[in-house]
């Protein structure tokens, strides 16, 4: 079990996961991240978020891997 931080960023704000969670392995944090982007998306005012991106990282801070909220949300035609 691993303990992961969702911290979300664009160009000119940062919000911090101060909690994190614990998930199994690679593939829950990776499910875990993208159901954080929809609550985000859902819970939020009207912003454009394909712009953001979520920095999915470890106890010690090392980044596990990046998820742009375009990869859930889709891209703009």
Known sequence: MTHVFFHCANAERVYLDRAGI?????????????????????????EDWRTWTLHVSDEEG???????????????H
């Open 62 to 76: 090392e980044e596990i891997f990046l998820m742009p909220f375009s990869y859930v949300l889709g891209r703009l």
């Open 22 to 46: 614990d998930v199994e392995d690679f593939a829950e944090a990776h499910q875990r991240a993208a159901q954080v982007i929809q609550t985000l998306v859902s819970n939020h005012n009207m």
